[in-house]
């Protein structure tokens, strides 16, 4: 389901020769019949639009398979990177509500009143688009954070791992739940902290960080052997290797430049919602 703006109807009449009903100096712009009635006319159709608008989020809103207390599960998820960064509960107003607003919105089970993430901190999770699921019982905001979504400050509310609660060891608020290449994100970053002081055989990881020349030859040469994947017809599973390869150089590129592959993720976001003619023209304003 696709997000838009629910508008607020107000149906207004408006009497052909009633110029005062205009705004100052707009009966005087459009000072015969024709051009009052294409204003009127548009009005209509705008209204009329905001009406079969309106009329769809209801028949949406009474899809929704809600339980005996009239709730569903909602979960919150980084547009970008995947991440699961909170769930709460959602009546038919919080999803109507969402849908209007762009925002995250939740039903306090608790205080029985409604509430948007970020009233508060101005964390909002503002919303890209609205996803239900195979049984209509339970809906996915998928949008992007202004900050950190935990009341803990932590990024999401997930960074308690069973694993470790099993193994005996210490709750950490930086330990989230990562997909693989955040993961990978996450431990070139602690390899360029571990590197403050150290000494004798670098890493591998430890060495690119610290020689920008050999880093970039590597991207270069891994690129170079990507290519030559298709060049000379070798088997898919090298491709993917060599892909591999220039991702995680790549990556190490982007921790010396302070860059986070989110920031890369939201580019390519923006860039290919739109048309490549949209996309060179944008180029082009801001160079």
Known sequence: MAVSSLPCIQPVRVPFKACSFFPAGVCGGFNNKKKINAIVFSSLKKFEK???FQSKVDTLLDSIKWDD???AVAI????DTGAILMQGFVNRDALATTIASRKATFFSRSRATL???GETSNNFINIHDIFVDCDRDSIIYLGK???PTCHTGSETCYFTS???LLKGQEVEETNLALTTLYSLESTISKRELELAGEHGKLSWT???LSDEKLLCSKIREE???LCRTLEEKEDSSRTASEMADVIYHAMVLLRRKDVKIENVLDVLRRRFSRSGIEEKQSRVSTN
């Open 76 to 79: 919150a998820q980084n547009v």
């Open 145 to 147: 954070p202004d900050g």
């Open 50 to 52: 905001d009406i079969n």
């Open 162 to 164: 069973i694993s470790d």
């Open 69 to 71: 207390k009239g709730l």
């Open 115 to 117: 509430w948007t993430k």
């Open 223 to 225: 690129a170079d052997e």
């Open 206 to 208: 430890k060495r690119l």
